[in-house]
C-alpha cells in the first residue's frame, strides 16, 4: 500500500519561501507524483506534477515561482515555493499516480501553507 507523508508547511510572508517535501513507501510501478492544494471552501486544484522520467507540468498561477523536483532513489517529491503570494494559502497534499493500468491515486494527509502580512 503506498503512503505518502508530507512535510514543510507553515507561516510566511508575502515574497517569502517555503519547501515542502513528500516521503513516498510501497512504490510498485511506474507513477507520476505531485502537489495539489485545496483553499477553504474552493474545489482541490493541480500545482504541479513530475513524472518518473522528469516531464513536469505546472498550473499557470505557479508557474516561474515553484519548482517541482523528485528524487526517485530516496522516493521523495519536493515542492519549492518563492515569492509567495496571499493566494497561494491552502492545504497542500501530495498525489502519486500510477500511469499504467490499473490506473490508482494515493493521496498525503496535506500540510497547510499560510502566507499572510
Known amino acids: 500500500q503506498v503512503q505518502l507523508v508530507e512535510s514543510g508547511g507553515g507561516f510566511v510572508q508575502p515574497g517569502g519561501s517555503l519547501r515542502l517535501s513528500c516521503a513516498a513507501s510501497g512504490i510498485t510501478r511506474i507513477n507520476r507524483m505531485g502537489w495539489y492544494r485545496q483553499a477553504p471552501g474552493k474545489q482541490r486544484d493541480l500545482v504541479a506534477t513530475i513524472d518518473s522520467g522528469g516531464s513536469r507540468n505546472y498550473a499557470d498561477s505557479v508557474k516561474g515561482r515553484f519548482t517541482i523536483n523528485r528524487d526517485n532513489a530516496k522516493k521523495m517529491v519536493y515542492l519549492q515555493m518563492n515569492s509567495l503570494k496571499p493566494e497561494d494559502t491552502a492545504v497542500y497534499y501530495c498525489?502519486?499516480?500510477?500511469?499504467?493500468?490499473?490506473?490508482?491515486?494515493?493521496w498525503g494527509q496535506g500540510t497547510q501553507v499560510t502566507v499572510s502580512s
Open positions: 498525489n502519486l499516480q500510477y500511469v499504467t493500468f490499473p490506473i490508482q491515486t494515493y
